[in-house]
């Protein structure tokens, strides 16, 4: 297959939506609202505009949390248009395999001749072809009709242990499918099968068998760890060629894990049909996994031992956008600038004229601590705060107010030990958000990890007066909880460009940075601080 490159279709602008492509006399104003000239205008240029359009070539389940027609929900949700070729028909329900089906060789050929001769189909995605010949045909269909790539994913056994691809198709899936794809995603069974049965326990053993699924002659390889046992991630392994990456997520604790494979496949497939570089393509379809998982864990569909989950769960959860998901970094805790409305009206400025002064001088995280400004006013100046940060790549947490968080779409929330607890915060904010907890000792710290939160701020570690009743830690006491915590930690109280070289060059482990009030906010030039702080900050790190 061809290179993977941007989509005419990616780099279009918005499409307008089909309420506006439709003008017909006889809809009122009220229903469509655009002048008829305007309306004519966004029609031609929709039917101009080629969509992301993947084709899924894979068995139908009867159950719908796999197959075909997890395919189409998984491209409907990325944006992304769905033909679908089916191989086989399976009777299948949340209990197991019941009945396989295989669709005749020759009509597989001729349904993709059919998709593939009339619609400009950017990617092909595979899931379950039942035999040596289906593939053939594939194989010969797209030699005949180029796609600008091919996802592979190598469905054999179904999680509930039922075959739907026996033993024939190995030798022709590694001698014919695999050179033409783009990626291949196995899972760790199937990966072992293709492999000749080898035994894979270790992410060290999905590493090896990844390079030697690219030995075949893939251009990118995907173990999936899905179904790795005792592990509190869900970690699979990525490998261009060249590079490894462990690609690591939350273990959802659900039944509802049926068709993970297939909808991380066809999300990795919307994800290329839009333009993304395979890396991105990757990260997208794990994270849309994690998210669907999370929010569908309580489902109850069926009576089996294997569930469903809701694609379309962002249409339920209008809170939840995926759009804003930006994965915690620990090193962003760096130079973690806390607001303090106090301070920022004693000088002159506004919340967000604070913020973007304290980025332009480098600090790596921006905290919102606005507890005496009002609702409205708040939410207003955290939007436009939102805008700013996201434009400038660092991430904006509000502080206690979950609906705050919710509405301008912050990439976190930090709580202290009075506030929601941090597992209610998760549940109400998903997991690609990040959580950070105020902790004094190893208990508070350990408690933040089993809830689910991704840093912990320890202090006052000298006396401050941002917060009144604040007993300070010292030293010793940030010492005692950066070493039992199991989360990253952030040094807080009391802070300053005087202060901050000792703290971090004390090494402390899991310490990976400061967060500063007054320092940064109860000065005339917030950037001139932000900016020495910084100095301070990477002298001290290069001494320790
Ligand atoms: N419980 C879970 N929590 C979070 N992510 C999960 C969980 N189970 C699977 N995943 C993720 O889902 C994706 C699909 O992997 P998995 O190993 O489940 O594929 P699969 O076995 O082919 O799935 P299926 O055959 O059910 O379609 C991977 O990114 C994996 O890490
Ligand atoms: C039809 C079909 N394809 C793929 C899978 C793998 O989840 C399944 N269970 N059923
Ligand atoms: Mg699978």
Redesign the pocket.
């Known amino acids: 297959m061809a290179s993977v490159q941007p989509s005419a279709a990616a780099l279009a602008p918005q499409r307008p939506s089909t309420a506006a492509t439709l003008p017909s006399p006889s809809i009122s104003p009220r229903v469509f609202p655009f002048p008829r000239t305007r309306a004519r205008r966004l029609e031609v240029a929709a039917r101009a505009m080629p969509w992301p359009h993947v084709l899924t070539v894979a068995g139908s389940d009867s159950g719908a949390g796999?197959g075909i027609q997890?395919d189409i929900k998984a491209c409907a949700a990325l944006g992304a248009y769905c033909s679908s070729v089916i191989t086989a028909v399976t009777a299948q329900n949340t209990v197991g395999v019941q009945g396989v089906h295989a669709v005749p060789e020759d009509f597989v050929g001729e349904q993709i001749r059919s998709v593939l001769s009339d619609m400009s189909v950017d990617v092909v995605k595979t899931g379950m072809l039942p035999s040596a010949g289906i593939v053939k045909v594939l194989c010969g269909s797209l030699r005949k009709f180029p796609v600008k790539a091919l996802v592979v994913?190598p469905?054999m056994v179904?999680?509930s242990g039922d075959t739907l691809s026996g033993p024939s198709t190995l030798t022709i899936y590694r001698d014919e499918l695999f050179p033409m794809a783009d990626i291949v995603?196995p899972?760790?069974?199937?990966a072992s099968k293709l492999l000749g049965d080898v035994s894979l326990q270790t992410i060290s053993d999905m590493r090896d068998a990844a390079e030697c699924i690219h030995k075949l002659g893939p251009k990118h390889v995907l173990v999936?760890?899905?179904?790795m046992p005792n592990s509190s991630e869900?970690?699979?392994v990525f490998f261009d060629g060249k590079e490894f990456i462990e690609?690591r997520?939350?273990?959802?604790?659900?039944r509802n894990?049926?068709?993970?494979?297939?909808?991380?496949a066809s999300c990795v497939a919307a994800e290329l049909a839009k333009g993304a570089t395979m890396l991105h393509a990757v990260q997208v379809?794990?994270k849309f996994?994690?998210s669907a998982?999370y929010h569908s864990k309580d489902l109850v569909i069926g009576n089996g031992p294997?569930g469903p989950f809701d694609h379309l769960f962002s249409l339920k959860s209008p809170l939840y956008k995926m759009g804003s998901l930006h994965k915690f970094n620990p090193n962003d805790l760096f130079l973690y600038a806390v607001t303090d409305p106090g301070m920022n009206k004693k000088w002159g400025r506004s919340i967000k004229d604070a913020v973007k002064a304290a980025i332009e001088g480098g600090a790596t995280i921006v905290q919102l601590r606005e507890k005496d400004t009002g609702t409205r006013e708040f939410l207003e100046a955290a939007k436009a705060c939102v805008d700013i940060c996201r434009s400038s790549g660092v991430p904006l947490l509000i502080n206690d107010r979950i609906d705050v968080a919710l509405a301008c779409n912050a990439d976190g929330v930090h709580v202290g030990q009075t506030d929601m607890p941090a597992w209610e915060v998760r549940e109400l904010l998903g997991p690609g958000k990040i959580i950070g907890v105020s902790c004094k000792t190893p208990a508070q710290a350990e408690q933040a990890w089993k809830d689910g939160a991704d840093y912990i701020g320890c202090g006052g570690v000298f006396p401050t007066t941002t917060k009144a009743n604040n007993p300070t830690l010292g030293f010793e006491g940030l010492r005692t909880v950066c070493s039992a915590s199991k989360l990253p930690v952030v040094a807080i109280g009391g802070i300053n460009a005087g202060n901050a070289g000792s703290v971090m060059e004390l090494g402390l482990p899991n310490l990976k940075g400061v967060a500063v009030v007054s320092a940064l906010f109860d000065r005339e030039c917030v950037t001139t601080e932000t900016r020495s702080l910084r100095s301070i900050l990477m002298n001290a790190c290069s001494k320790s």
């Open positions: 796999a997890a994913d469905v179904s999680t995603t899972n760790v069974k199937e999936k760890g899905g179904d869900a970690i699979d690609l997520g939350l273990r959802i604790k659900t894990t049926h068709g993970t494979g297939c909808t991380l379809a794990k996994v994690e998982l294997q």
